[in-house]
């Protein structure tokens, strides 16, 4: 992680954003014999036991719990990566695989060294977002506006908490903790603190909302922009209001393809032949199988700026 | 170390604080209250003689982030440096609703863009958050409510809009957020009132009023009273003189308007008011920031607030000249990043 002429992308994400399924199905795409392949591995990276341990899991339709060692040790993960078409090499990193890193940004407001300088030496973006890991703001008086009127409180057998006895009450109330804050206030400090040591700005950002056959479930037609628009509005608007700073574009991945504890889904998983054609990528200009799209992309994006 | 030879004890640095010597606080607070008290850990010469340098330096294998708390005035300069963010300060007494407003206003942006703005940042988010927690279902709450701003030193919240046309750029708002008793002193005293000096640096300036107190009949006219003086007050002291501009915002209009009238507030409270500060007074927003009643079940009154907040008469340069010797506070500095 040190030339820097070749670009180094880093993959972020809170923890259980896909991270984990999005890297199985890479391995798999490049272990594959896959005609016209957009990348390739240039090396055997330092933590292929691990890798093939998520890919292995991927293959036999097994969901990625986090094991032991992942709880006891932060696992690294860095890819180098030659594009098929140019010859040119980037490098993947992937730090902290589970992802406590992130979430300790936010709660903790610090980076472990080594990351920092990771963070650094960086020159793009990838930011998994779980569609069902959203935690929301929830203000009392859309809620209340949305149950009803106020005065029926009571009537809904909801109890006043901020009658006389106030004081009682409010001691019985959740304080605030860093933990609780909405996924988009914690993912927009986290792009926030991100661009702030990144150097080359517009830096290219990607935003991966993971689980993605699970948003075209309820939403069928949506588009991968339009889901964080509304969902991560946010986000969304610190994205587009920064573009002196980033680019960024949005894709749906769904890395396993379906839900491997649903029966129906399970099925219709195991009647495709090749593997990699499990997975969904979704984007601004329609849908395919391809899981390298977002990194060559992003590389595309990079490359367009230094010309 | 060893633990019996060092001491671990809280000190207060609030001027004038008798904390320290009789364990009595100035304002009354806890410790776990108080924002002046500093953890010390008192370590004795033998100890510091027998610990080599290196035991004694923090291990540093961690990189600080910036805070994303509010800023006090020693720390606003993260976003003073290299912009020109507008200050707004917003004046009014205890439980007036000065950081209900505030926080309804970040909590409007969790929605999407508001009034044509996009969010395009904060370096206070962690501030906002907290102030906004008790607006949340999180809060375990069923009614909205706001913990008070109890600390007397001066904190403020940043927030970075941009246009949604994206033609210009971001534009960033600094919000003072001063606890009440602040205004209550300043309102009986000229002293106080001068040792408000914010105001001299301020775009837009608003007074609070709780309109809830305006609408009960017993309370309204020792409210119209209080504010009238802390107007007055400020007024005489010239300490509105270099503001951009001075607005009136009376809060929880919903209440006014379930307990009272709109028509009766007029001729009660404000064109008396009008009358009273013209020239001095330029906008009267009504605003009812948490809507708690039938009467009005909408936010209302935020978007004549925030694009004040955002509007551009710039407010009076004051010539002040400092001397070499002269260390230039924060404030200044601002100042004169702004000319």
């Not at chain 1, 392949?37 to 691990?50: D, F, H, L, V």
């Not at chain 1, 569609?131 to 909801?158: C, F, M, R, Y």
């Not at chain 2, 209550?184 to 001299?200: C, E, F, G, P, Y």
């Not at chain 2, 775009?203 to 309370?219: P, S, Y």
Request: glycine content about 4%; overall charge negative; hydrophobic content about 35%.
């Amino acid at each position: 992680m040190t030339d820097s002429l070749e670009p180094q992308f880093l993959v972020v994400g809170l923890p259980a954003s896909g991270k984990t399924t999005f890297l199985a199905a890479l391995q798999n795409y490049i272990d594959s014999d896959l005609p016209d392949k957009s990348i390739r591995m240039t090396r055997y990276c330092a933590n292929s036991e691990y890798l093939n341990r998520i890919h292995n899991k991927w293959l036999q339709f097994e969901m990625q719990s986090r094991t032991i060692q992942e709880q006891a040790s932060r696992i690294d993960v860095s890819m180098h990566i030659e594009v098929n078409k140019t010859g040119d090499n980037f490098t993947l990193n992937i730090p902290d695989v589970a992802g406590e890193t992130f979430s300790q940004q936010w709660s903790e407001r610090y980076w472990e060294l080594e990351y920092h300088e990771i963070v650094c030496a960086s020159h793009g973006l990838m930011v998994f977002v779980h569609p069902s890991k959203v935690e929301s703001h929830a203000p009392i008086a859309q809620v209340i506006s949305a149950l009803g009127s106020l005065t029926n409180i009571e009537d809904a057998g909801i109890e006043d908490q901020s009658a006389d006895n106030s004081q009682e009450i409010i001691a019985e109330t959740e304080v605030w903790s860093a933990e609780k804050s909405p996924t988009q206030t914690v993912l927009v400090d986290l792009v926030q603190a991100h661009i702030d040591h990144i150097s080359g700005h517009p830096i290219p950002v990607s935003i991966l909302v993971s689980a993605w056959d699970l948003v075209r479930v309820g939403s069928p037609n949506i588009t991968p922009s339009e889901w964080l628009r509304y969902n991560l509005p946010l986000l969304w608007q610190f994205l587009s209001s920064n573009f002196e700073s980033l680019t960024f574009e949005v894709y749906g991945v769904s890395a396993q393809g379906g839900n491997f504890e649903d029966r129906v889904d399970l099925e219709r998983l195991e009647k495709i032949d090749i593997p990699a054609n499990r997975v969904l990528v979704a984007s601004a200009v329609g849908d395919n199988n391809d899981i390298a799209s977002p990194i060559i992309s992003i590389y595309e994006r990079w490359k367009a700026k230094q010309s | 170390m060893t633990e019996d030879s060092s001491a671990e004890q809280d000190v207060c640095h609030q001027e004038g604080c008798r904390f320290n010597q009789d364990g009595q606080c100035l304002e009354g607070l806890t410790i776990a209250e108080c924002p002046h008290l500093r953890y010390t850990l008192e370590v004795s010469d033998q100890e510091f003689r027998n610990d080599s340098p290196i035991d004694l330096l923090p291990v540093v294998d961690t990189y600080s982030l910036f805070s994303a708390e509010e800023f006090v005035p020693e720390s606003i300069q993260e976003v003073t440096f290299g912009n020109k963010p507008k200050l707004v300060v917003i004046i009014g007494e205890p439980n007036s609703g000065k950081t209900t407003l505030l926080s309804t206003l970040y909590e409007q942006f969790h929605n999407g863009p508001y009034c044509s703005y996009l969010f395009s940042g904060s370096r206070t988010s962690r501030g906002f958050e907290r102030r906004c927690h008790k607006l949340r279902i999180a809060s375990g709450l069923v009614r909205p409510t706001m913990d008070r701003t109890i600390s007397s030193d001066f904190h403020f919240l940043h927030l970075s809009v941009r246009r949604d046309t994206l033609d210009r750029p971001a534009e960033h708002l600094l919000f003072a957020d001063i606890a009440g008793e602040r205004f209550s002193l300043a309102r009986d005293s000229d002293v106080d009132a001068k040792r408000l000096t914010i105001l001299n640096y301020t775009d837009q300036c608003f007074f609070i009023v709780d309109g809830e107190e305006l609408a009960i009949k017993n309370r309204r006219f020792a409210a119209k009273q209080r504010l009238q003086n802390l107007i007055g007050r400020f007024v005489q002291n010239s300490m509105l003189a270099h503001c951009g501009e001075v607005h009136l915002v009376i809060s929880k209009w919903d209440k006014v308007l379930e307990i009272s009238s709109e028509e009766e507030l007029e001729t009660f409270f404000i064109e008396p008011m009008r009358q009273r500060f013209t020239g001095i007074l330029s906008k009267i927003i009504l605003l009812s920031a948490q809507p708690q009643t039938n009467a009005l079940q909408q936010v209302s009154g935020l978007d004549t607030f925030f694009e004040t907040c955002l509007s551009s008469k710039s407010r009076q340069i004051v010539e002040v000249s400092i001397t070499l010797s002269e260390r230039a506070s924060q404030f200044q500095r601002f100042k004169f990043r702004k000319q």
